[in-house]
C-alpha cells in the first residue's frame, strides 16, 4: 500500500481566500457600526443633529494634518454641530458644542485640537 500526500488544490484554496475576504468584509462593517454607535452613546440626540452638517452646503471643512482627520463642522440654530471622520472620510464621532456663540470660537476650538480649517 502506498501513502499518499492530499495537497489543497486551486479550488481549495479560491474557497478559502473567499471565506477570508468575506470574514474580512464582516469585520470591518462591524467597526463601523461600532464607531457610529460610540458617537449615538456618548452623545445620543447631538450625535444625531451634528450629522446635519454632512449635507449642509454651508458646512466648514477642517483638517488635522498630524491624525489625517477631517471636522465638519455648522451652525444649527443657536449650537455647533462637528463631526470628525478618518481619511477615509468615515465618522469617528459627532456631537454638537452648544458653549460657543460664533464661528471665531469654533475655529479657536478646532484649531485647539489640531485643525485647520481648508474650507
Given at each position: 500500500?502506498?501513502?499518499t500526500v492530499d495537497y489543497p488544490t486551486e479550488q481549495n484554496n479560491a474557497?478559502?481566500?473567499f471565506i477570508l475576504i468575506?470574514?474580512?468584509a464582516i469585520l470591518l462593517v462591524v467597526a463601523g457600526q461600532a464607531i457610529v454607535a460610540h458617537a449615538d452613546t456618548k452623545h445620543g440626540m447631538d450625535a444625531q443633529g451634528a450629522r446635519q452638517c454632512l449635507s449642509?452646503?454651508?458646512s466648514h471643512i477642517f483638517f488635522?494634518?498630524?491624525?489625517?482627520r477631517f471636522g465638519v463642522v455648522c451652525n444649527i440654530g443657536d449650537?455647533?454641530?462637528v463631526v470628525i471622520q478618518n481619511a477615509q472620510r468615515e465618522e469617528i464621532t459627532a456631537f454638537l458644542k452648544n458653549k460657543m456663540h460664533s464661528f471665531e470660537q469654533v475655529?479657536?476650538?478646532m484649531q485647539n485640537g489640531g485643525?485647520?480649517?481648508i474650507h
Open positions: 500500500m502506498v501513502d474557497i478559502a481566500i468575506v470574514l474580512v449642509d452646503p454651508n488635522n494634518q498630524t491624525t489625517k449650537l455647533w454641530g475655529i479657536k476650538y485643525y485647520q480649517l
